[in-house]
Structure formats: C-alpha cells, structure tokens
C-alpha cells in the first residue's frame, strides 16, 4: 500500500478493534475509520446495525482519538504526520483481513467525519477494487482537489461501490467537497452514489445506514 511506510507514526502501535463474526472465520470484512474524538469501539457499535453473517469488522483507533489535528480543508502538510500515519492504519487493517483470508475485493471501507476523509483518501490513493467505500460525512483530503494528483497512470477502482452521504449544510464538510470526490472517484471508474440531505446537520441518518446495510449484504452474497 502507498499509504505511507513510517512503522512509528502517531497512529502505529494504538489498538484494532474487533466486532462482528471472528476474521478467523470471515468470509468479508469492513474496516472502520472513526471521527475527531471518537473511538474505534463506537465505530463498532455504530456498525453492529449494519452487520451480516460472515462479515468481521476491523477499527483502527487513533492517538488520542484524533487521526490529524487541523480542518481536512487545510493544505495537506499541515495535517502531517497525522494524515500519512491513518493512511497507514487503514492499509495495515487492510493487511490483517488479507493474512486471515479475506480478499480485498470483499474488504469494505467505511468512515464517519474525519474517518470518511481519511477513507476516501486511502481508496483514491491506492486504487484498486475494494467491497466498497461508505464515506458519511467526509472527502478527499487537502485545501483543493486536483483530480490530476489521483489519475495518474491506469488508476482504475474497478467498478467499486462508493457511496457519499452528507448534509447540504455540514458545518465541517462543504456540499462542493463531496461533488469533487465524487467526480475524481468516478473518473477512476468507482461505482458511486451520491446523496445529500437537506438541513440535516453534522451526523448519519437512517437512510444512509439502510443502504450501508445493504453494500455490507452485498460483501457475502454470494
């Protein structure tokens, strides 16, 4: 993974938490990327209703709940080495879920806030086909996107189900942010759909898990 080869980040050595079915016995897995002052175990929690046999769930915590200390607007050096070092968590939860089985093309990626930012950073920055990308509340990271940082070469997400889901009003993610990740996602031929919801505020609502749910259904179908 290009995520980022420091083995001493911030965020390297802090704890993976586990739910869902054992990743001994997983057939798919979702890796869980919390927001600013949260904790892996809510991430967990969150996702419990959203589980489905043979799915384990795998949530990197961050030092001192926090993956990088400024707005994800700002530009990217300063959110360093924050920001390289989730890239990492997040590569090397991917990497647990491999060494137990599970391809990464049933491994899901799914975030709230600061998490979403730091998800859909890591698929776009390391494109490939994925079981999926949920992103609530969050976008690609740094004070503008440039799609060309992300389409370099054959960047190719293979058809990846992505879903955005965000407030029109979020006091922290401007609407703008999310049409621009999707734009850049879908030129590396992501699979993505896009919903803004009207007033609602910085937070996931129902709809949005229902059809999390059903990309998490999605993972062992077949």
């Given at each position: 993974m290009s995520a980022g080869d420091d083995a001493d980040g911030p965020h390297q050595g802090q704890p993976l938490v586990t739910g869902g079915t054992d990743l001994a016995d997983a057939d798919a897995a979702v890796v869980l990327t919390h927001g600013r002052g949260a904790t892996a175990q809510g991430m967990v929690q969150m996702a419990n209703e959203i589980h489905r046999e043979g799915v384990?769930?795998?949530?990197?915590?961050?030092?001192?709940?926090?993956?990088?200390?400024?707005?994800?607007?700002?530009?990217?050096?300063?959110?360093?080495?924050?920001?390289?070092s989730g890239l990492q968590a997040i590569g090397d939860a991917i990497g647990e879920a491999n060494d137990a089985g599970v391809p990464t093309e049933r491994i899901?990626?799914?975030?709230?806030?600061?998490?979403?930012?730091?998800?859909?950073?890591?698929?776009?920055?390391?494109?490939?086909?994925?079981?999926?990308?949920?992103?609530l509340s969050g976008g690609l990271i740094g004070e503008a996107v440039d799609p060309d940082d992300y389409l370099e070469g054959d960047a190719d997400l293979e058809d990846t189900p992505v879903f955005l889901g965000c407030s029109d009003?979020?006091?922290?993610?401007?609407?703008?942010?999310?049409?621009?990740?999707?734009?850049?996602?879908?030129?590396?031929?992501?699979?993505?759909?896009?919903r803004l919801y009207e007033g609602m505020g910085h937070g996931v609502n129902?709809?949005?898990?229902?059809?999390?749910?059903?990309?998490?259904?999605?993972?062992?179908?077949d």
């Open positions: 384990a769930f795998l949530a990197p915590q961050a030092a001192r709940k926090t993956w990088y200390p400024n707005s994800f607007l700002e530009p990217v050096e300063r959110n360093e080495p924050g920001r390289t899901m990626l799914m975030g709230f806030s600061q998490g979403a930012c730091l998800a859909s950073e890591f698929v776009a920055r390391n494109p490939r086909r994925y079981g999926g990308l949920a992103a009003v979020d006091p922290h993610i401007p609407e703008e942010r999310v049409h621009e990740t999707a734009d850049v996602l879908e030129a590396m031929n992501a699979d993505v759909t896009k129902e709809d949005e898990l229902e059809f999390v749910a059903g990309m998490v259904a999605d993972l062992v179908a």
